[in-house]
């Protein structure tokens, strides 16, 4: 089964071709119900209909931008040509030259609907929508500018909206919500409507229908309608179960797809900034952005530095675009590169160039999983068998009636009789092929990763993409980051080395460090925590201080407070002139500001080693600069070695004095620069780490340390953690940069710590991993930069809180609580989604190969089906629907992570499950054909008067038994005890019960719909002790034919 399917049933979890989807589709030859069985897969029609459509729309806003572009540098030549030339006609006259050109810039065919006007606005939305979109520069100056259009909306560029609910109900009506128009729910009906879609139930009908007006003309009513009635009951019992579970899929995905989109931002209202959800945005708001965020509405640039917007989600043009007050237009949907600003929002929701796009997207679908295209090729491979199987059973019923009438001389006589007979062989035929045609298998995936999902929301872990669920249990290897993910995140200074002084914060008396620092050197630490930081300080409504930014940045403003300093005092000392922000390649951060008294001076802070080899000079213990000898550099070395060696993380603090004629447009110098300063900043390892590493390596799971921290910090943690052994290597990414292939053959396997890493080191370590050693990767990343490794990953982990909307984008999976343990989780229930399947199928293929067997043996010995068309129906709905939600939906357990990993190339119906699904069939084949042969006798029936029904019947309740039992069984493949934990899954024992109770109703009072009879107790007892005789099989199975 595994060579058939190896080529063409297989796809990539992440980033398949169109054509590789498109090929198994065309492969699918047997489709009983195409709706059902291609409903959570891609449409590809549609897909292809939003990308003609999204090129269209990225050309159009393309040529606009590059219009407006054209058409701003010829009003700004014009205007310049107009003013000189009225400047050499007459001086006298330039003054009311002036104003008329004024006048003529201000006047414009521009009307203010009376609606806007009422609601007290001076711009309506159709008219930002046109600025912004456009890139319209000549209507941004008619309207007076960024700071003219904030006014028309009422929004105070400081301050932002108003929260006054009236005020932001009219807000609403006039300018709209930040929301997309999105598909309409499907009801409940219309999943019953798709589930009647099903070509043999269709068939099926029709059958009914004749039976059921045959039955009626030959036998009266009620007794001709019975049969035509009960095949119209099974179907419709059929169709509402399988809507029923079809419909609770869809709720759980669509609950998920809501927690996808939930993205926040920061935003200021009535003087206070809060986070909020996008979907609250309106127009006029003020929204703080930073490096690795999603632009949430289109808006205006108000103020900032270095902003570089990625635009090539809308624009499809690669190269990054610079935002400025001179190109202040920003678009919903792209994203932060570089630097940081305040925005404007000027137009929200459907008025997007994102939001139009989001509608037709929205409608592609999401790629199919792997395990279900795999799933598609084993129900079209059987569904063949199966169709054959049925043409042949037919084929012999029909045989035996024409030799009967040839017998009889009455082959030109058909009677109702035989025609309800040749109708009842063609709806056994027709049955054969709904039970033996396995639609449920790919569905059963689905279930499963629904289920799973839903389970590892409540676990903190957020599946974007439905494939990572199945990688995941396949993993051997994770690259994990260490801050945040393996540390706690909550970071605070225990340690500092202010002018060549070492103090411990956390001993007493630590809280004097501020009268002991001289006071030239300690306005400067204050002038350098509080101006060169990208966090802030904040006073909220209720009057706390609040401090806003990353962990690390936090841990530095409160360090500056409590040196006695003042926040927004020291930021409104000094004018800022250029900001380069932090990034994971530089790791470090710059700002150049002009002082008090009028001089440049550019700050520095980052990784030790790196701002340490900047310096030139050093403020000595009498707070004098002097220059940094090579004493004095090797004791702060050793300092920061020391407090890396106690895995704290090290920061080091510079300033250097800068010559007046630097311009903005410079880079902020990269030496010379005069040391404040380092500090150790303590990030605790997260309780249950250790164990979680620990379950890793006994799951055959390696784990990876990847961090930008220094190595002996990360060499520290690692061993907290349990990551690095003695066995291991700890390597620095610049060192690993410098490696020949054939070097990084060897090492890769050996390495489990890389510290000072940078993006393209952690993206190239994954490739190796895939590609070399042919490791299924999972990796963590929090940062912009990080994108390209979880792009490259197989599965892609990004940190809910300290991850960027870029990263979390990137990412297949979101850890909402940035902690390693939930990564395990996320495994492990991955490994469980692929167990769970494996189970369903060997319980399904069971069914088949025995429905099949009994089927065909019997119409080519007999001439007659043992199992009625009813019954095939009722066996399909118990290894379809039912079983897939009984099996589908176990729950994870320890023993998982006690077994090594699939990994990339494991099969997936495995020799184990080969064994249990032929031992289970030649048992239940046996057992049928010996109640076939000597049932009559066994239970005395030969005096009865309906001896053939009440066999057919206990045949029919034997079987349902087996299946029954051998669905226990298959709770597990190799374990003895198949009932452990049986109890903590009530989805199990539910479908078993009900199961249970709807065959003694089927059995005992629906024997003239189901062609069944009343049984005895002894028939019964018998019945279920010939079905539990499968579980004593398969112990001896499991125990004496391994594998």
């Known amino acids: 089964m595994e060579n058939l399917l190896s080529d063409t049933w297989e796809v990539k979890p992440k980033h398949a071709s169109e054509e590789v989807l498109q090929r198994w589709r065309d492969l699918c030859g047997v489709v009983k119900n195409p709706k059902r069985r291609f409903r959570f897969t891609a449409n590809l029609s549609k897909r292809n209909e939003a990308a003609a459509m999204r090129k269209t729309?990225?050309?159009?806003?393309?040529?606009?931008?590059?219009?407006?572009?054209?058409?701003?540098?010829?009003?700004?030549?014009?205007?310049?040509?107009?003013?000189?030339?009225?400047?050499?006609?007459?001086?006298?006259l330039s003054s009311g030259a002036d104003s008329v050109l004024l006048s003529g810039m201000q006047s414009s065919d521009y009307t203010l609907p009376e609606e806007v006007r009422a609601a007290g606005y001076q711009i309506c939305a159709d008219e930002l929508e046109s600025i912004v979109e456009g890139h319209d520069m000549k209507k941004l100056k008619l309207h007076g500018g960024v700071k003219q259009i904030a006014d028309k909306l009422v929004t105070d560029t400081t301050s932002g909206i108003s929260t006054d609910p009236d005020a932001l109900s009219r807000r609403r009506q006039i300018y709209g919500i930040n929301k997309f128009e999105e598909s309409e729910v499907q009801s409940f009906w219309m999943f019953v409507w798709e589930a009647l879609h099903d070509m043999t139930l269709m068939i099926l009908g029709a059958c009914a229908v004749v039976s059921f007006i045959v039955g009626i003309a030959t036998e009266g009513w009620p007794k001709g309608a019975h049969d035509g009635l009960g095949i119209a009951a099974s179907i419709l019992l059929v169709v509402m179960v399988t809507a029923t579970s079809d419909y609770q899929q869809s709720l759980q995905f669509r609950d998920l797809d809501k927690e996808k989109k939930k993205i926040a931002v920061q935003v200021t209202r009535n003087g206070y900034r809060k986070k909020m959800s996008i979907y609250q945005?309106?127009?006029?708001?003020?929204?703080?952005?930073?490096?690795?965020?999603?632009?949430?509405?289109?808006?205006?640039?108000l103020s900032g530095f270095s902003m570089l917007i990625d635009e090539s989600s809308?624009?499809?043009?690669?190269?990054?675009?610079?935002?400025?007050?001179?190109?202040?237009?920003?678009?919903?949907?792209?994203?932060?590169?570089?630097?940081?600003?305040?925005?404007?929002?000027?137009?929200?929701?459907?008025?997007?160039?994102?939001?139009?796009?989001?509608?037709?997207?929205?409608?592609g679908g999401v790629d199919e999983t792997p395990l279900q295209?795999?799933?598609?090729?084993?129900?079209?491979?059987?569904?063949?068998?199966?169709?054959?199987?049925?043409?042949?059973?037919?084929?012999?019923?029909v045989q035996k009636i024409l030799l009967r009438k040839w017998h009889d001389a009455t082959t030109l006589k058909w009677t109702g009789d035989d025609a309800l007979e040749l109708l009842e062989y063609f709806a056994i035929a027709v049955t054969i092929v709904v039970v033996a045609v396995p639609e449920g298998l790919p569905l059963a995936v689905t279930l499963s990763l629904a289920f799973a999902m839903k389970k590892m929301m409540n676990d903190k872990a957020l599946v974007r993409h439905l494939a990572a669920c199945e990688?995941?249990?396949?993993?051997?290897?994770?690259?994990?980051?260490?801050?945040?993910?393996?540390?706690?995140?909550?970071?605070?200074?225990?340690?500092?080395?202010?002018?060549?002084?070492?103090?411990?914060?956390?001993?007493?008396?630590?809280?004097?460090?501020?009268?002991?620092?001289?006071?030239?050197?300690?306005?400067?630490?204050?002038?350098?925590?509080?101006?060169?930081?990208?966090?802030?300080?904040?006073?909220?409504?209720?009057?706390?201080?609040k401090i806003l930014g990353t962990p690390t940045e936090a841990a530095i403003l409160l360090f500056g407070l409590a040196l006695g300093g003042d926040f927004h005092a020291e930021r409104k000392r000094s004018k800022i002139l250029k900001v380069e922000p932090f990034n994971s390649t530089k790791k470090r951060m710059g700002i150049v500001l002009e002082n008090p008294d009028g001089g440049l001076r550019a700050h520095t802070k980052g990784a030790s080693e790196i701002i340490l080899a900047a310096c030139e000079n050093v403020i000595n213990s009498d707070g004098e600069v002097v220059p940094l000898d090579e004493a004095s550099s090797d004791r702060l070395k050793e300092t920061i070695d020391q407090f890396a060696g106690e895995a704290l993380r090290t920061l080091c603090l510079a300033y250097k004095d800068l010559d007046p004629d630097f311009s903005a447009d410079d880079a902020i110098p990269a030496s010379g620069f005069t040391c404040i300063g380092i500090v150790g900043i303590k990030d605790p390892v997260r309780p249950g780490v250790r164990e979680s590493v620990a379950l890793c390596r006994s799951a055959g799971v390696t784990v990876r340390m990847v961090t930008g921290d220094n190595i002996n910090t990360a060499k520290a943690i690692a061993r907290e953690c349990g990551i690095l052994t003695d066995d291991g290597i700890a390597i620095e990414g610049?060192?690993?940069?410098?490696?020949?292939?054939?070097?990084?053959?060897?090492?890769?396997?050996?390495?489990?710590?890389?510290?000072?890493?940078?993006?393209?080191?952690?993206?190239?370590?994954?490739?190796?991993?895939?590609?070399?050693?042919?490791?299924?990767?999972?990796?963590?990343?929090?940062?912009?930069?990080?994108?390209?490794?979880?792009?490259?990953?197989?599965?892609?982990?990004a940190m809910g809180i300290a991850g960027t909307e870029v990263a979390k984008e990137s990412a297949d999976v979101i850890i909402l609580d940035d902690n390693f343990s939930t990564i395990v989780t996320v495994a492990k229930w991955g490994r469980s989604v692929y167990i769970n399947i494996q189970k369903f199928v060997q319980f399904q293929l069971t069914v088949n190969v025995v429905a099949l067997a009994v089927n065909f043996y019997s119409a080519c010995t007999t001439g007659e089906a043992p199992l009625t068309a009813v019954q095939l129906l009722w066996v399909n709905m118990i290894m379809d629907t039912l079983g897939a939600l009984a099996l589908a939906t176990e729950p994870p357990t320890d023993e998982l992570m006690k077994k090594p990993p699939v990994g990339r190339k494991g099969n997936f119906i495995s020799p184990v499950m080969w064994r249990n699904i032929l031992g289970q069939s030649l048992f239940q084949f046996i057992v049928i054909l010996f109640l076939q042969g000597s049932g009559k006798t066994f239970f005395r029936l030969h005096a009865h008067p309906q001896s053939d029904l009440v066999l057919n019947t206990i045949i029919f309740n034997t079987f349902v038994f087996c299946q029954l039992f051998n669905e226990v069984n298959s709770r597990e493949m190799e374990k003895i005890d198949v009932l452990d934990g049986i109890q903590d899954n009530y989805v199990f024992v539910s479908v078993v019960g009900s199961t249970i109770f709807a065959q003694f109703i089927i059995v005992q009072f629906l024997g003239s719909f189901a062609t069944t009879t009343p049984l005895t107790i002894f028939q019964w007892l018998v019945s279920i002790f010939i079905g539990f005789l499968g579980m004593p099989i398969a112990v001896v199975l499991k125990k004496h034919i391994p594998v």
């Open 734 to 797: 610049p060192v690993f940069r410098e490696k020949r292939m054939e070097e990084l053959n060897d090492l890769i396997p050996k390495i489990q710590v890389m510290a000072r890493s940078s993006p393209l080191d952690k993206h190239t370590l994954v490739k190796h991993l895939r590609t070399t050693f042919n490791e299924v990767v999972a990796v963590t990343g929090d940062g912009t930069n990080d994108a390209p490794a979880l792009h490259e990953a197989d599965i892609g982990l």
């Open 57 to 92: 729309n990225q050309e159009k806003l393309r040529i606009a931008v590059l219009v407006s572009k054209a058409a701003f540098q010829f009003i700004q030549g014009l205007f310049l040509f107009l003013f000189f030339f009225l400047l050499f006609v007459a001086h006298s």
């Open 281 to 301: 945005l309106l127009a006029g708001d003020i929204v703080h952005l930073s490096i690795g965020d999603q632009v949430p509405a289109d808006g205006l640039f």
């Open 471 to 545: 990688t995941m249990g396949s993993a051997t290897n994770i690259c994990s980051d260490k801050t945040g993910t393996l540390t706690t995140n909550r970071m605070t200074v225990v340690k500092s080395c202010i002018c060549m002084r070492v103090r411990d914060l956390s001993e007493p008396g630590s809280a004097r460090l501020a009268s002991e620092i001289p006071e030239k050197a300690l306005k400067l630490l204050h002038q350098s925590i509080f101006a060169n930081t990208g966090g802030e300080v904040v006073v909220n409504r209720h009057g706390k201080r």
């Open 373 to 397: 295209v795999k799933l598609n090729g084993v129900a079209t491979i059987i569904g063949k068998i199966g169709l054959f199987f049925a043409v042949v059973t037919f084929a012999v019923l």
């Open 314 to 363: 809308l624009t499809g043009e690669s190269e990054p675009v610079m935002i400025s007050a001179e190109s202040p237009f920003l678009l919903s949907g792209t994203k932060v590169q570089d630097g940081t600003c305040t925005m404007l929002v000027t137009t929200v929701g459907m008025r997007t160039q994102w939001g139009k796009l989001m509608a037709t997207l929205s409608e």
